[in-house]
């Protein structure tokens, strides 16, 4: 999702879209909301809309709908192909001859599968180049609080 990068990282295309919901380089850095932040997906105007399904906003998630978000991130993860289709059940789980696992490397030292992997599982640059032992708690808190 574009509010995982920063302002100099998000293509023209999102900066534009984030121009309509009212950002500014500075308020995008500082995670600030904007007056239109404010609104209900239905009272947004169309162009609105249109700028927060750019930056991977939903009506569910910019309206917070709990359960429409998390049936969502299912819906999502459910359509991606799994990774390991094709690989034999007797393949090693690691590198035997790589004994480097990917958690030592920043986002950008890894491969474009491992980000893609580490996408999947919700992790963006931001969070893996974050405090991940504190995303994980959060992401475990999360779960917790949805069963």
Same mark, same amino acid.
């Given at each position: ?9 998000? !293509? $023209?295309?999102? %900066? ?5 919901? +009212? ?7 500082? @995670? ?5 932040? $404010? ?6 105007? +169309?162009?609105? +809309? ?5 930056? @991977?906003?939903?009506?569910? !998630?910019?309206? @917070? ?5 998390? $049936? ?42 491992? %980000?893609?992997?580490? !996408? ?9 180049? @974050?405090? %991940?032992?504190?995303?994980? +708690? ?10």
């Amino acid at each position: 999702k574009a509010w995982d990068y920063s302002w100099a990282e998000l !293509t $023209e295309a999102q %900066r534009n879209a984030a121009l309509i919901l +009212e950002f500014d380089q500075g308020m995008w850095e500082a @995670g600030l909301k904007t007056p239109a932040c $404010e609104l209900s997906w239905d009272e947004m105007t +169309e162009a609105q +809309e249109d700028a927060a399904a750019l930056l @991977g906003w939903n009506k569910a !998630t910019w309206d @917070g709908n709990k359960d429409n978000v998390v $049936e969502d991130q299912v819906n999502d993860v459910a359509a991606v192909e799994d990774p390991l289709d094709g690989v034999p059940d007797s393949a090693p789980l690691e590198d035997e001859a790589n004994d480097d696992k990917a958690w030592d490397y920043s986002w950008a030292e890894l491969t474009e599968e491992q %980000r893609d992997a580490a !996408t999947l599982l919700g992790w963006s640059k931001a969070t893996w180049d @974050g405090d %991940r032992e504190k995303v994980v +708690e959060d992401q475990v808190d999360d779960v917790a609080a949805v069963q």
